[in-house]
């Protein structure tokens, strides 16, 4: 909607290494940071492989919305400051040399 | 419920820790994630199998309760009723006499009984015990009633030839009696069985076990061996001259062939006497041997044949010293007196004339007066031929020309040779 009403977007997707590749074997209470929400989960192998397999997925149907509807994207890691990734955005749009 | 170990029961104690681990394990670690979304999605896939996820969890418990307790009835050694019933207590009896050590091609008989003996230890099973006993005229116990079988196969390994004779009847007692308040007990005796026609006992021993027990007799050896043996060999006083010895030696042929071979008879190692001998199969022949030295010695026996046991082909005995009797002849000559006194070997004869004699003389068996009255006597043996008149210790009266005599003390020496029968 805001593309169609001619914004001008750029998407910016955060993930943290922990995100990535979660080290989590199991019995863990998991707590959603931003609803409290928790559960209750036993992790192994098989269950880390598929988190792994669905968080490649989501990415990958990210990167081709953006694509496809000319929206640019990018993704960084927590690790990277925000000014120094600021930066970085403006050198790639051309805004800084 | 019965138990060989019941101290081991206290290990029951290991569950408590087992249990608390379990309750502290359940206590789940906090974690925050950004997002619960592929997580959600993960286990909503797996939802139906949440409720084996938690049997999984409790199943994991009582498999290791389970554990646990198969371990402490281990340790503790349940007796179950069957087992008590079906357990077999089995006596082995291993003859280790002389004639186990016949030899058959490459082994001994002795050497494969203890062959024998391993494989019944191999066979037998955990609830199974066995006592190992060896025998000769001796029972020995070489292990009590165990099932292990390492303690068992030593104790096999343990049992030692020797050249003692066999008599079964001690061990068979002792193993009657330690099975009499066994359930399930049984009696194998690996042996040549060569106990011999002398031991009756055995052999209605081995006929007749006793009602509580089987008994298993489990031969090492055809009971024709090609063996000759000496079976005696010993010294006795002479029947014929009480001052010699004899050697009564008795060979015997127990093979079912033909056997020629030399005898041959060593004394001090020094060869005395050979002698070819023929035997046909199971004959025994007894010799004696006698007209040995004063000297005495070690009579050894030797039978110069190649046969199955070698340990019967030497025999030993002893020969006693014989002393010669020191016989004091007090005379003015004599020659048939003394050639009879010296021509026997048994006398040591010393001839003196009477201004020689000193009364009292010590050191001499017999003193002998010939024609001479001593001055005086004292205690010891004398024999005075023919003495004089003159000086005499006793009355001699006239000689008696038809003497009567009516009857005579015959066994005294001095009239060992002499016959006073009138004929």
Known sequence: MLKFQKHDLFVLHIVDEKEVNPELLGDYHLVDVETNQLRPVTINESHLKRYKRLFEKYCGDLDRYCMQREIGFIRTATELPFDELILRIFRMGGFVS | MNFLSPAALFLFGIAAPIIALYIL?????????????????IFREKQTTSLFQKLKHLLSLLLQLLFLALLVLAIARRQFGFMTKLARQIVLIIDHSASMNTREEALSHLESAKQRALKLVDNLRFIDEMMVISCHTQPIIHSPFTNHQKSLRAAIASIQPTDVKTDLAPALSLAYSVTQTNTNPEIVVLSDFAIGAQSQQVAEMLQNPPPHAKLHLLPVADKVSHNVGITKFRVRKSLVNAFDYQTLLTVANTSDAEKSFN?????????????????????????????????????????????????????????????RIPVLLVTRGNTFLENALTVDEKLDVTVISPGQYKPGEAGYGVTIFDRYNPPTLVDGNYMIIYPPKAGAMWEIGAPLETPIITDWVRDHPIFAMSNLTIS
Not at chain 2, 28 to 41: A, Y
């Open chain 2, 25 to 41: 394990k359940l206590r789940r670690r906090r974690e925050p994630v950004s997002t619960l979304m592929f997580w959600e999605q």
């Open chain 2, 263 to 323: 005898v041959e008879l060593y004394l001090n190692d020094g060869l005395l006497d050979v002698r070819p001998y023929t035997l046909a199969p199971g004959e025994n022949r007894s010799e004696i041997f006698s007209n040995f030295t004063f000297e005495g010695g070690k009579l050894k026996a030797v039978l110069d044949v190649d046969d199955a046991l070698s340990t019967d082909n030497v025999a030993y005995a002893a020969l006693p010293k014989r002393e």
